[in-house]
């Protein structure tokens, strides 16, 4: 009751601000507001600006400022209390679309940032619309929209794996319920389902959705199988599978080859490095050389410190006569 009369003591724009802004999880930004919340009609972009800071007067949202900015949050009785307002005003739908279409683009903005030297500062944006990018793969899941679940699984993945974020393994596994032989889900969203099951050592399952994302491909060697074949190798050599792990690391490669994303060439790459080392020591040198060719063409400060920490793995086993300082130094440089 003390909700509903503080939302009946606002002014139109107001009301359909507050809203609107209840689409929000986890907070959000201006820019992620008028993205998402301005219209042609009553709310202009450049109104939005305004009746935030006049929602934040009248305590109906809180601005919380940090060293990146101003973000705001609606309190969860107010957000609970908005959504109801949303939907009887039958912008529900609406609301979610966009909010969905917004976090798309900040994602594929951050995952392209993560892939260069600015992965700290792509991290960032992925911790920070965390909640938001949940609720926002949720409503792509809910409304069947596949691509849109699919695309932001590819694009958070890489923060997801480097964290170790386990919940992006759950999120992959719910757009696999939408696949129908008219509508098939991404051979790298079973790639990433998979992976998660190895992480959890649950290799049966692993193996069985690897295998899976390729018979859903388009082509065993289209570029979106690369996940599902890098599985499969790291799952083989788990196993004791060595003859397996060597060719499944071969359609790997043919996989990626076709790819243009530098990132998926690396992960394959990383995943035939564990094969070298347990079955071709000779072939790990030329491999370690384009691994690092490949971190350091990209940028990405975490993908540098792993070949550096094969690197210093092969100099210390991968001869004779370990090279300690030498291990030495590429782990110190790693951790660097």
Request: proline letters at 4%.
């Amino acid at each position: 009751a003390t909700v509903e009369w503080s939302y009946q003591l606002l002014e139109p724009r107001e009301r359909l601000l507050f809203g609107r802004l209840s689409v929000f999880a986890g907070g959000f930004d201006l820019a992620a507001a008028e993205a998402s919340c301005a219209d042609d009609r009553v709310l202009q972009h450049e109104d939005i600006a305004d009746v935030v800071g006049s929602l934040v007067d009248k305590s109906l949202i809180v601005a919380d400022r940090d060293p990146h900015g101003v973000r705001y949050r609606q309190l969860e009785p107010m957000r609970r209390y908005g959504h109801e307002c949303l939907h009887a005003r039958g912008e529900l739908k609406r609301m979610r679309d966009r909010h969905l279409h917004h976090y798309l683009e900040v994602s594929r903005r951050a995952k392209e940032m993560w892939c260069s030297p600015q992965q700290a500062d792509a991290d960032d944006i992925f911790e920070q619309e965390w909640d938001n990018l949940r609720a926002a793969h949720s409503w792509a899941v809910n409304s069947a929209n596949l691509p849109a679940a699919d695309c932001l699984i590819a694009t958070i993945a890489p923060h997801a794996w480097c964290g170790l974020k386990h919940e992006h393994g759950e999120w992959a596994t719910r757009p696999l319920t939408l696949d129908t032989i008219d509508s098939r889900a991404n051979a790298s969203t079973y790639g990433w389902v998979a992976f998660w099951a190895y992480v959890r050592d649950e290799q049966l399952r692993a193996l069985t959705i690897a295998r899976q994302g390729i018979d859903a491909s388009p082509a065993p060697d289209h570029p979106d199988t690369s996940w599902c074949w890098s599985v499969l190798v790291l799952n083989d050599l788990a196993s004791g599978r060595r003859t397996q792990a060597q060719e499944h690391a071969s359609d790997a490669l043919t996989a990626a080859a076709n790819d243009p994303d530098l990132l998926v060439e690396w992960w394959v790459l990383f995943a035939i490095i564990e094969v070298a080392f347990d079955n071709d020591l000779g072939a790990v040198p030329d491999l370690l050389t384009r691994l690092a060719s490949i971190s350091a063409t990209i940028g990405t400060p975490s993908l540098r410190a792993r070949s550096l920490f094969c690197q210093g793995r092969q100099r210390m086993w991968a001869n004779a006569d370990p090279d300690i300082e030498g291990a030495r130094s590429c782990y110190r440089e790693g951790l660097a």
